[in-house]
């Protein structure tokens, strides 16, 4: 299956970039995350504890809604390795719940063949896995195509529990995930900007907004996802949060008002909020 996904990918080499493209990115693959771990295993076990223990009844009452949920054992390990960082503010992985209970709800309410799935933003692999594992649970046909400008098969720390193990590769990384990748994910780096203009793809039933965090990049994305959407697609918006990113807030508010697409708005707290959009 992998190889059949990977003919949508234009003039691309199994997720490598040319040397062009590797010069234009190489700061990314010089430790971008910084050049030794940047905290022991018990500090990221502390802070996956606390993120664990925090309720979210909005996200329980959406769940409930639309009658799926996670795996919540699954879940929460996946954060572990892949959403516990050390930075400032709290960490919040419930775009992960929602984003399953959403492509769940999506299946189970529209009969294709085989789905199709563009996000942005990888990092590393989060979002991407809950999908493929929404997918799984439905015994659904489908491929996730994700972009980002992180290279996937470069050594690197990655600001997370499994840095004390030295440096390792995003497929490294989440080799304990490799079935579902092989049965789901296809990783392309590269700015979108870029990228997205190499990929043919006819239709995108659903699509995870989540790459560089502006009012220019999110209606760029989304001109691409727009024309390769029919009525009931949905695209998710990471960080619809006034606050702290008015400029996709801004691009979000006009592309629902102008492409004929709903809106449902979730706020989880005052740092973390997200727009679902469904084509009407």
Same mark, same amino acid.
């Given at each position: 299956?992998?190889?059949?996904?990977?003919?949508?990918?234009?003039?691309?080499?199994?997720?490598?970039?040319?040397?062009?493209?590797?010069?234009?990115?190489?700061?990314?693959?010089?430790?971008?995350?910084?050049?030794?771990?940047?905290?022991?295993?018990?500090?990221?076990?502390?802070?996956?504890?606390?993120?664990?223990?925090?309720?979210?009844?909005?996200?329980?009452?959406?769940?409930?809604?639309?009658?799926?949920?996670?795996?919540?054992?699954?879940?929460?390990?996946?954060?572990?390795?892949?959403?516990?960082?050390?930075?400032?503010?709290?960490?919040?992985?419930?775009?992960?719940?929602?984003?399953?209970?959403?492509?769940?709800?999506?299946?189970?309410?529209?009969?294709?063949?085989?789905?199709?799935?563009?996000?942005?933003?990888?990092?590393?692999?989060?979002?991407? *896995?809950?999908?493929?594992?929404?997918?799984? =649970?439905? &015994? +659904?046909? $489908?491929? #996730? /195509?994700?972009? @980002?400008?992180?290279?996937?098969?470069?050594?690197?720390?990655?600001?997370?529990?499994?840095?004390?193990?030295?440096?390792?590769?995003?497929?490294?990384?989440?080799?304990?995930?490799?079935?579902?990748?092989?049965?789901?994910?296809?990783?392309?780096?590269?700015?979108?900007?870029?990228?997205?203009?190499?990929?043919?793809?006819?239709?995108?039933?659903?699509?995870?907004?989540?790459?560089?965090?502006?009012?220019?990049?999110? *209606?760029?994305?989304?001109?691409?996802?727009? =024309?390769? &959407? +029919?009525? $009931?697609? #949905? /695209?998710?918006? @990471?960080?619809?949060?006034?606050?702290?990113?008015?400029?996709?807030?801004?691009?979000?508010?006009?592309?629902?008002?102008?492409?004929?697409?709903?809106?449902?708005?979730?706020?989880?707290?005052?740092?973390?909020?997200?727009?679902?959009?469904?084509?009407?």
């Amino acid at each position: 299956m992998l190889r059949k996904a990977q003919r949508i990918i234009q003039n691309f080499p199994n997720r490598l970039l040319g040397p062009i493209d590797r010069w234009a990115y190489k700061q990314f693959y010089d430790y971008p995350f910084g050049n030794s771990p940047s905290a022991k295993a018990d500090q990221y076990m502390e802070i996956w504890s606390k993120a664990r223990s925090q309720e979210y009844p909005i996200v329980d009452q959406f769940e409930n809604k639309l009658g799926y949920a996670i795996d919540e054992n699954w879940f929460h390990d996946l954060a572990l390795l892949t959403q516990v960082v050390i930075k400032k503010s709290n960490i919040c992985y419930q775009h992960g719940r929602l984003l399953y209970s959403v492509l769940s709800a999506y299946l189970s309410q529209h009969n294709t063949g085989s789905l199709n799935i563009l996000e942005t933003g990888t990092a590393r692999g989060f979002s991407s *896995l809950c999908m493929a594992k929404a997918l799984n =649970d439905a &015994q +659904k046909v $489908g491929k #996730i /195509v994700t972009l @980002d400008v992180i290279p996937h098969d470069v050594k690197m720390y990655w600001n997370c529990i499994a840095d004390e193990r030295g440096p390792v590769s995003r497929s490294e990384l989440l080799l304990n995930y490799q079935s579902l990748i092989e049965e789901y994910i296809l990783f392309v780096q590269g700015d979108s900007k870029i990228q997205l203009k190499k990929i043919d793809i006819p239709r995108i039933h659903f699509s995870f907004l989540d790459g560089a965090h502006t009012y220019k990049y999110i *209606l760029n994305e989304f001109s691409f996802v727009r =024309d390769k &959407q +029919k009525k $009931g697609d #949905i /695209v998710f918006f @990471d960080d619809y949060t006034p606050n702290f990113f008015p400029g996709i807030v801004k691009a979000v508010d006009e592309i629902c008002e102008k492409y004929n697409y709903s809106k449902e708005i979730i706020t989880v707290s005052e740092q973390r909020g997200y727009a679902i959009a469904q084509k009407i």
